[in-house]
């Protein structure tokens, strides 16, 4: 199947809009998570073009751990306001205050895995039905098996050996009060897929994805940004590099690559020819167990 | 923007056919497995003692998987080659994960069945090519494995090839290639078998690379399902009226006349806009095809919703309340039982639907029609006679995978019970 002319959307992208499109005829209350990250991005690009020349139809959410980089907040301020949508915040520093959870300390602390409840807890306390998420199967072997329609219980937890059949593009949207699902529109792209689209539909980024010169020092074989939500351990020294961010969480989880991928095309190159991938290359969460995906997305993690 | 399709395929079988070792190798051997996947997939292997790696591990993702060395689900893997990108959908082979292997196959364009050249054609072979077959899926690969362990002969290969055309007869399989390989050693997997001089056909990779899937499109048969009624609301496009969906089958171009479904009113597409169409000022683009998102705007002011349909006037679906399917039943917990409803989606139509008759219920291993049964359990495989509450715009399934295809719904425990493939002819 080829497309008609340029004017046209590409199967991914049809894909994607299909999915968009489903979830606003059929669930209640959509939201979806905007982390300013590229796959929110190309997320919010797409539902734009789902229901063009309408207004995206529902809201966004950013779950915030307060360890952000600055560069990040004013790129997400910046296109809330670029795309008329409403933005909710859910804070983790808030979870904390009220004592729904405890922060984690340490030098090698993050809040990465804090974020769940907070997740869980504005899911139900907006009453979301259906949460898109910018998750790709082709980032980690636990995704690899997830439905696009992905059910969780009042629970938020996601049972991957009892998962719903997932037919043709026939989408089971039914759950129970207190129940939502999860909406993966990018399931079938792949990193390479994502920065094709950023190029070829001029998608501005955070300018934390192209090379530029930082504070940075090594952890566990990765870079690390200097920051002050990272405290360094003895014997850590930082130094100047050229890197940039493959993918970016928050500060204490996200880690920096060294690259000379100063424009798109930079980066598309360095993509088609990775030998790494971009959680094994800039997750320290993920280096945790053989299972760490799995177990944190039973618990209803993103 | 990459425009091409990607070439959706789905292997089946368990890992005892080597269809882990086959993913493996075509990923290893095209240079798509990642380095921190590969140490991963080294690292487990080691610390379990095996003393091979074991390339299973990079599509058997879950826990349980990886404790029981069994495919429970599907894995999705991606990878691309000069010629082409791949959606592989690795589906699992055992009789009890049936609806998992009828997800991953209801999407592609192509599966591959594996069979050990030691055994020929086994009960499992029969089964898989079978739902192959009932799902629709327009190319398949027998790729029959471990030549090596025949001493790579050619008469095998050849006494298999007519086993299997001969079972084969009974199914409705459009085209089917059959290729020698070694997943273990690598011979016509991705590189040319220096062992198998004989063989003059393509390695498996090759073949995939050059499947032809574009003429898989039904492009003569219109059929546009709505899906989403676009109102903008604002000042700016106050009058806009469009209708979002994909065309499932056939093109659609401005000025076409067409009829909705259920009302029968005709108009013309007044236009086709995308996004990319509105923001460059653009009246029209050219035409819509199947698989594209597009938004039809309408000369006359219709009421039209969600779930009707646009076709062209000599060329309709068939209306109906009632029907007859082939069903996939998918629920652990509770049987078919002729008479109980079911919420039933259909395109982008939802109506509710009782099974009236259960003609028969198919044995998948050696397709004897059982008349006597009386109900569905998990992964049964049966024909029935449905009625649903309003009509529905269907196709038969072997015509068009979209309009002729549903899911059951059970409405109390919320779970996909059924896979349904229309069936409008006596077969």
């Known amino acids: ?302 | 923007m990459r425009r091409r399709e990607p070439l959706r395929f789905a292997t089946v079988g368990s890992v005892d056919d080597g269809k882990s070792t086959l993913i493996g190798r075509l990923l290893h051997d095209s240079k798509s497995i990642f380095e921190d996947q590969l140490e991963h997939v080294e690292a487990v292997s080691k610390k379990r003692g095996n003393d091979y790696v074991d390339l299973a591990l990079l599509t058997d993702g879950l826990r349980a998987e990886r404790e029981q060395g069994i495919t429970i689900d599907v894995a999705y893997r991606y990878f691309s080659t000069p010629h082409r990108s791949f959606i592989i959908a690795d589906c699992p082979g055992h009789i009890q994960y049936t609806r998992n292997m009828v997800t991953g196959a209801s999407t592609v364009d192509l599966a591959t069945v594996l069979i050990d050249a030691r055994h020929g054609v086994v009960e499992q072979t029969r089964r898989h090519s079978l739902l192959v077959s009932l799902l629709g899926v327009p190319h398949l690969v027998i790729a029959v494995n471990k030549m090596d362990l025949v001493g790579y002969d050619q008469d095998r290969f050849e006494e298999i090839r007519e086993q299997f055309t001969d079972f084969a007869q009974k199914l409705e399989l459009r085209d089917v290639t059959f290729i020698p390989i070694s997943a273990f050693v690598g011979d016509n997997v991705v590189d040319r078998s220096a062992n198998m001089d004989w063989y003059e056909g393509s390695t498996y990779l090759n073949h995939l690379e050059s499947v032809y899937v574009a003429s898989d499109d039904n492009l003569i048969d219109v059929r546009f399902p709505v899906q989403y009624v676009v109102r903008p609301h604002t000042t700016e496009h106050q009058d806009y009226r469009g209708y979002a969906g994909v065309p499932a089958a056939g093109a659609l171009k401005p000025g076409d006349e067409v009829v909705v479904l259920p009302s029968g009113l005709s108009t013309t597409i007044a236009g086709i806009d995308t996004y990319d169409s509105l923001a460059a000022g653009v009246d029209t683009i050219a035409e819509a095809r199947p698989g594209e998102a597009v938004t039809i705007r309408l000369a006359d002011n219709l009421d039209v919703s969600r779930g009707d349909m646009i076709c062209r006037p000599h060329n309709r679906p068939e209306v109906t309340q009632d029907l007859e399917a082939m069903i996939c039943w998918m629920d652990s917990d509770a049987s078919l039982t002729p008479r109980t409803i079911y919420t039933m989606k259909h395109t982008t139509r939802t109506v509710r639907a009782m099974v009236t008759e259960l003609r028969y219920r198919l044995d998948i291993n050696t397709m004897h029609r059982d008349e006597s049964a009386t109900s569905l359990s998990l992964n049964e495989i049966g024909r029935v006679v449905l009625r649903s509450t309003e009509p529905v715009f269907v196709d038969d399934y072997r015509r068009n995978r979209q309009t002729g295809s549903f899911i059951l719904i059970d409405e109390s425990s919320n779970q996909t019970v059924a896979g349904g493939m229309i069936r409008l002819t006596n077969t």
């Open chain 1, 1 to 302: 199947m080829s497309t008609s002319n340029a004017l046209s959307s590409s199967p991914l992208e049809s894909e994607a809009i299909t999915i968009f499109r489903e979830v606003a005829a059929e669930f209640e209350r959509p939201v979806l998570l905007f982390s300013g990250g590229k796959d929110s991005v190309v997320m919010l690009h797409l539902a734009r073009r789902a229901f063009a020349p309408a207004r995206i139809p529902f809201p966004i959410m950013h779950v915030d751990t307060g360890h952000n980089f600055a560069e990040l907040m004013e790129f997400r301020d910046r296109t809330v306001e670029e795309f008329g949508v409403e933005l909710i915040v859910a804070s983790v520093q808030q979870s904390i205050d009220e004592g729904r959870i405890k922060d984690v300390s340490g030098a090698r602390s993050s809040r990465n895995q804090l974020q769940t409840v907070t997740l869980l807890d504005a899911i139900a306390a907006h009453g979301f039905d259906a949460v898109f998420g910018g998750g790709r199967r082709d980032e980690e072997r636990a995704r690899a098996k997830e439905r696009i329609y992905s059910h969780r219980d009042e629970f938020g937890q996601w049972d991957p050996k009892n998962q719903r059949p997932e037919l043709w593009s026939l989408y089971n949207s039914r759950h129970r009060r207190g129940e939502h699902l999860r909406i993966f529109p990018l399931s079938n792209w792949t990193e390479l897929d994502i920065w094709e689209f950023i190029r070829a539909r001029e998608v501005p980024l955070p300018s934390l994805y192209f090379a530029h010169k930082r504070q940075v020092f090594s952890r566990d074989s990765m870079l690390m940004a200097v920051n002050e939500h990272v405290e360094m351990l003895d014997g850590e020294e930082s130094f100047e590099a050229t890197v940039r961010f493959r993918t970016i969480g928050d500060t204490t989880c996200t880690a920096a690559v060294e690259s000379a991928a100063f424009t798109i095309d930079d980066i598309v190159a360095e993509t088609s020819v990775a030998r790494i991938t971009e959680r094994g290359a800039t997750r320290a969460d993920d280096r945790v167990s053989e299972a760490g995906m799995e177990d944190r997305k039973r618990k209803g993690y993103f």
